[in-house]
């Protein structure tokens, strides 16, 4: 089976503008959660979708955002960048929604902001 | 906010040495996770140990968990270069979806 893979895996934006992040997790898997990754608030985790339905969000601004599609690919988005918002953007995905399976993580988005 | 803290920050061993991580933890789980990341790439799944497991075992990993004590520890044995990461442990706590809390990471350096 292919892995998680993500797309784009590098981009350079500038403050102000918006960016789109997509994930497309192992076939099979329905579940996918987002996760922020910086030298000084380590790994956070954004939100879960399971079945198109957000299941659970951690603490970040509504600048943040995210959707699921019926084929369980997801997307993250993020407007009105600020220069702290540069991070690696890892997606994960799992088979349940039930916190006992393993999640399996992609190669991540590097996002800079200038 | 993480949800411990790992134990060492850096380690730096010779080829052939065994190297011993720590994870500390605050609130019950239901389950906890190893993680290996080389220089700021994905995340490679090591281990998942439940809450009623105390051992486990894969390969050169071995992984316990002291629910007791909120604590679990991954041994890498007769580690060598490629084993240069850093390593995460995750917690998914009980009623929390999917959600992972990770710990701060070890930076592990085997030299030759």
């Known amino acids: 089976k292919a892995g998680v893979t993500q797309t784009p895996r590098y981009l350079i934006k500038t403050r102000g503008q918006q960016v789109t992040l997509s994930c497309s997790p192992i076939?099979?898997?329905?579940?996918v959660s987002w996760y922020q990754q910086t030298p000084g608030q380590g790994l956070q985790f954004l939100f879960e979708?399971?079945?198109?339905?957000?299941?659970n969000k951690g603490n970040f601004p509504g600048r943040f955002s995210g959707r699921q599609f019926s084929n369980s690919r997801s997307e993250m988005n993020v407007s009105t960048l600020e220069l702290g918002d540069s991070a690696l953007y890892l997606c994960?995905?799992?088979?349940?929604?039930?916190?006992?399976?393993?999640?399996?993580f992609g190669p991540g988005t590097r996002l800079t902001v200038l | 906010s993480q949800q411990g803290e790992e134990d060492p920050q850096a380690l730096s061993i010779q080829e052939g040495e065994n190297a011993t991580m720590n994870c500390s933890y605050k609130?019950?789980?239901?389950?906890l996770q190893w993680y290996r990341q080389n220089s700021g790439r994905g995340l490679v799944h090591l281990i998942l140990?439940?809450?009623?497991?105390r051992e486990k075992h894969s390969g050169r990993l071995r992984v316990t968990l002291d629910t007791s004590k909120k604590s679990s520890s991954l041994l890498i044995t007769a580690s060598r270069a490629a084993d240069t990461a850093s390593y995460f442990c995750?917690?998914?706590?009980?009623?929390?979806?999917?959600?992972?809390?990770f710990g701060t990471g070890t930076q592990l350096k085997v030299e030759l």
């Open positions: 994960a995905s799992s088979l349940t929604h039930g916190g006992t399976d393993t999640q399996y």
């Open positions: 076939s099979g898997h329905r579940s």
């Open positions: 979708y399971f079945s198109e339905t957000q299941r």
């Open positions: 609130t019950s789980i239901n389950n």
């Open positions: 140990i439940r809450s009623n497991e």
């Open positions: 995750a917690t998914v706590v009980t009623g929390g979806g999917n959600k992972l809390t």
